[in-house]
């Protein structure tokens, strides 16, 4: 164990741990500013902003301090280091540095997207000077709109950290960025041709730590300090990153990645930061519906609700057999109810996996210019486009002991086996083909809870619009068995219920669906999952496996 | 004590001195088999007891440096030679490629072979192409002559040299800038630690040095140490971390003087002499007012301090960096401080890499306050605000990656405050030497 003393605190440095300056302070609870140093890039301490004081501690308890002020991100704290961070003569030198940021940017804060969460207005606030010194003409550099699709950069609020740069050079590989210039004349810049437009190329703008780097898609949408943010993770492949969902009356405005080295550590990818849209797509599925030989019979959801639990209920108990495809975009706990549900009407039920989308082959990063992945792997997108098959699966094993797959589910209901099916969807991308759909065209009932509209719904009898993944609550599990918890950020359109409360009230459960309460009774029941009823699930989330193998 | 001779610039007015006949008819190479088959860690030590410091600016013990190397590395190890010659008013290195590249290229036999390095990489500035053809020449007649390529001269010892030129930049001048630029990347200099010979060019040991240093190694493996400390001044007894400023030195004189020249003498001499009798004094009968030490980075002397000794130690004992590349440059007494300062720092933020916050800034925003003042619009004030941006930066402070950030800080501290009168009075006269405001914008 080493000891490190931080403004008169001591604090443990565990053996594997190898921490700069920052981060010890961090421990204590200190912050020490910094703009240039990232976790996950490597360090350039060009900055200076986070110039501390370090010495040495003697064993005989006196402590040797260096003369001169050093930057926090590119020393590591060692058995003995001793780091102040509060002194006069650190307080001067980040002023004299806030100052020196200041005098060529337009401090146009009212109209930049970044107020509000901006580095350079904060550490203004707490460490900077309240005026200018600055008696001559700023330095005026010319926005340049574009630098990728989704990116347009604000020249001349940059501060020239370099993070962005050092991003495309280190985790995405394509190195479109670069500095041109000299001197206070620098600007980050792309090769006339070569836009940043990589599938990472999004994380530039989270890295910024002004407004530099603006997203499109975000530019002039929202002030950052209307949005309210939860934490959730996106659905658009099976790495399951951390995300916050940032929304405003009930209305997204972006994702943005959150750190949790246990996924996908700092980053996201662009397809599913962007990937939300649908949500909010005209073309939702918003009116719950029984439909009797294609007419419309009644468009209320107890009544469709009630429909349809009878309709399951009579074909249970008849001679037909009731078959489910549960999709791997359902969480954990939707998963649980439905076919705890069905299993309940009748053991001899069918269950059936939906349809996993799989699109090319994983995507990894850093790769070089010929394309290449360089070795260590820094960020992987699946090819595997859905959020919880892992999850899905466990619990299909549990209920059927293996899992059947959707091609053979759809054999069976060609050959005319079932007489009632529910069909859950939740692909934006879509899940089921024209073909495929004819599978349903002979069943008795056809229940489909789905988001958006699908071939099978010609073939519906009953039709539940469901909830997107930022309108429900739930449990994700990734490709690695990391179970994460999604969170309820807005409310579905009118005419759609979440998931969890369809089935819920099509269960006849009493009250409102309560997943806590649900995870715990799964965590009862399907020892698999044993890990989702903790405390641990929240943050970061937690591995299936560790707790199995404890139990 | 006897007329001093010159050694590294014995050779620079003969005829035909660049070829390899010429210089070996001069006793050149002709012991470079001896020295080639001694023991590597022996001629390391030849140099680091000799105590021969760097010529480059920072003056730190060239065979020192050398001892920073790992230990039984598996290697490669490699040589960068530091010819990106930039500071203003420096030109030796310069005088020694063109006129005497073959000692140079011995230099660098010995140094490689004390270091286990069997590839140096030369770095030339751009605009130095008559150095360039001169030594593109010489290291061609050498590889004909066996003295470069695989086993010269039956010793085993293997020695590449390759001549890279620059792309013009003050900042490569700074080690890890030069490692940086020559790897093809942008000079920004390198956060240290890891200093260079633990890990420097293509992430390999590498030792950088200057030119001239290289020239001097050549003499001091020739004539022997107890030679080399015969020449220049010798640790001050007070100050035992003094290494002393031994051997010849090229200082270079330039500015308001009759006869701009280069000339070698030892270390120590006073930059009233170098003006007086080596630089046909300051021209049009004039008096001169400041001279520069070495180089504008380092500061300026005052009149009183026209007797300070140019060793390594002379010019910090009165306020100025260091010796730096023993550039000196008259300013006569006709000219004003202002607009001297103001071209140092034009050329310094000019040349700021622009990696570190407080230069980038810092230099741009003295040239633009010193702009101000040229245009009439100064006020007292100004030099205060001056005084604080200059100590706010540089590497002694700490809050600079490299130390020609110093360098930029220095020439304002030192003006300012051996020369507040100059300022007052061009401030309090409202004077413009400019013709409009509007180039305060137009100015870098």
Redesign the interface.
């Known amino acids: 164990m080493a000891t490190v003393t931080v403004n008169g605190k001591e604090v443990e440095i565990g053996a594997n741990e190898r921490l700069n300056c920052i981060q010890a302070a961090a421990k204590v609870g200190d912050e020490i500013p910094a703009y240039c140093w990232h976790p996950a890039l490597s ?7 986070c ?1 501390v004081e370090v010495g040495d501690k003697k064993p005989d308890g006196t402590v040797a301090m260096q003369p ?4 926090g991100c ?1 020393t590591p704290a060692k058995d003995g280091t001793v780091i102040i961070s509060d002194s006069q003569k650190v307080k ?2 980040r002023k ?2 806030l100052e ?2 200041l ?2 940017h337009p401090l146009d804060c009212p109209t930049c997207d970044q107020a509000g969460e901006c580095y350079l207005q904060d550490y203004s606030f707490n460490y900077g000077r309240g005026y200018s ?5 700023k ?1 005026i550099k010319p926005d340049k709109t574009y630098i990728g699709d989704q990116i347009t950069l604000f020249t001349d609020r940059c ?2 950290c370099t993070r962005c740069v050092r991003f495309t050079r280190e985790v995405s590989g394509s190195a479109e960025l ?2 041109v ?6 600007e980050i810049d792309i090769f006339p041709g070569y836009p940043v437009n990589n599938p990472l190329a999004g994380n530039v703008v989270d890295l910024c730590p002004v407004g530099a780097l603006c997203s499109k898609d975000f530019l002039y949408q929202q002030r950052v300090w209307w949005l309210k943010s939860k934490d959730s993770v996106c659905p658009g492949c099976s790495t399951g990153c951390s995300i916050h969902v940032d929304q405003n009356e009930e209305r997204v405005y972006r994702l943005t990645p959150r750190e949790n080295e246990k996924s996908q550590g700092h980053f996201m990818c662009d397809e599913g930061r962007f990937g939300w849209k649908y949500t909010h797509s005209g073309e939702r599925l918003s009116s719950p519906e029984v439909r009797t030989n294609g007419l419309v019979t009644a468009n209320d959801f107890d009544i469709v609700l009630a429909s349809a639990r009878t309709a399951l209920k009579k074909a249970a108990q008849g001679k037909g057999k009731v078959a489910a495809v549960l999709s791997p975009w359902m969480t954990v706990e939707e998963a649980y109810l439905l076919a705890g549900l069905l299993k309940g009407l009748s053991a001899n039920v069918t269950l059936a996996m939906g349809p996993v989308r799989i699109e090319g082959g994983d995507d990894q990063f850093p790769k070089d210019v010929k394309g290449n992945v360089v070795q260590p792997v820094k960020f992987t997108i699946h090819a595997e486009k859905a959020p919880n098959r892992a999850g899905v699966e466990l619990v299909l094993q549990h209920f059927s002991g293996d899992v059947m797959p959707f091609e053979e589910l759809l054999r069976l209901s060609s050959a005319g086996q079932f007489s009632a099916v529910y069909l859950v969807g939740g692909d934006p991308e879509g899940w089921i083909s024209e073909i495929q759909a004819e599978a349903f065209s002979k069943v008795e009932t056809v229940i489909v809870q789905d988001i958006l509209p699908s071939p099978v719904l010609k073939h519906a009898t009953h039709i539940l619009p469901s909830g997107t993944f930022v309108e429900r609550e739930g449990v994700f599990v990734n490709f690695k068995g990391l179970a994460q918890l999604i969170n309820r950020s807005v409310r579905g359109p009118d005419g759609t219920r979440p998931d969890g409360r369809l089935l819920w009230d099509l269960a006849e459960r009493p009250g409102l669906v309560q997943t806590e309460i649900l995870r715990k009774e799964i965590a009862a029941t399907i020892p698999a999952l044993a890990a989702i009823s903790g405390e641990g699930l929240k943050g970061q989330g937690v591995f299936l496996e560790e707790v199995v193998t404890a139990v | 004590m006897a007329k001093f001779e010159p050694v590294l610039f014995a050779r620079i007015n003969k005829p035909d001195s660049t070829s390899l006949k010429s210089y070996m008819a001069d006793g050149g190479y002709a012991r470079i088999k001896d020295i080639l088959s001694m023991a590597p860690a022996d001629v390391t030590n030849i140099v680091k007891d000799a105590g021969l410091r760097g010529r480059g600016g920072a003056g730190f013990p060239c065979g020192l440096k050398w001892t920073f190397l790992p230990k039984d590395h598996p290697g490669p190890i490699y040589l960068c030679i530091n010819a990106d010659e930039s500071e203003p008013g420096t030109f030796n290195n310069r005088i020694l490629m063109e006129k005497d590249p073959h000692q140079l290229i011995e230099g660098i036999m010995i140094a490689c072979h004390a270091i286990r390095s069997n590839s140096a990489y030369l770095y030339l500035r751009y605009e130095y192409g008559r150095s360039y053809r001169a030594l593109d020449a010489a290291v061609k007649e050498c590889y004909a002559a066996g003295l470069l390529g695989r086993n010269i001269k039956g010793t085993g010892f293997n020695l590449d040299i390759v001549l890279h030129r620059g792309a013009g ?1 003050y900042i490569c001048g700074e080690e890890t800038g030069l490692i940086e630029s020559l790897e093809g990347k ?1 000079a ?1 200099p390198r ?1 240290k630690p890891p200093f260079p010979a633990i890990e420097g060019l293509f992430r390999k040991p590498t030792i950088v040095n200057n030119v001239e240093t290289l020239c001097c190694v050549t003499h001091i493996l020739y004539r022997g140490k107890e030679w080399f400390q015969s020449i220049g001044v010798p640790p001050d007894p007070n100050n035992p971390r003094d290494p002393g400023s031994y051997g010849p030195k090229l200082y270079c004189v330039s500015g308001h003087v009759n006869k701009p020249c280069c000339v070698e003498l030892p270390l120590g001499v006073t930059a009233r002499e170098l003006v007086e009798e080596h630089a046909g004094g300051v021209w049009k009968g004039r008096k001169a007012k400041a001279i520069v030490p070495g180089g504008i980075s380092m500061g300026f002397l005052c009149e009183k301090e026209f007797d300070t000794k140019l060793d390594f130690a002379g010019p910090g004992k009165v306020g100025c960096l260091g010796l730096g590349t023993a550039a000196v440059v008259v300013v006569d007494d006709q000219t004003s401080m202002v607009d001297v300062l103001f071209n140092c720092c034009r050329f310094m ?10 230069c ?6 003295m040239t ?2 010193l ?2 003042i040229r245009v009439g619009q100064g006020r007292l004030e100004d030099l205060d ?1 001056l005084m604080e941006v200059a100590s ?1 930066m540089g ?7 490299c130390g020609l950030s110093d360098g930029a800080a220095w020439p304002v501290k030192n003006a300012i405050s051996k020369f507040r009168g100059d300022f007052e009075e061009y401030i309090n006269s409202k004077r413009s030497t400019m013709t409009s405001a509007q180039q ?2 137009e100015v ?1």
Do not use: F
Request: glycine letters at 6%; hydrophobic letters at 35%; aromatic letters at 4%.
């Open positions: 360090v350039v301490a060009s900055c200076r902003m110039l001169k002020l050093v930057p590119q001067d030198a004299a540095t020196y940021l005098l060529n010194r600055l008696n001559e003409p330095n501060i020239m670069q500095v210039s000299r001197g206070s004349h620098e | 930049a942008r920004w956060i933020s000019h040349e700021s890499c622009g990696q570190c916050t407080p980038r800034e810092g230099t741009a925003w633009k306050i702009t101000r605000l706010s590497i002694i402070p700490g809050t600079t990656i305060l914008m870098h």
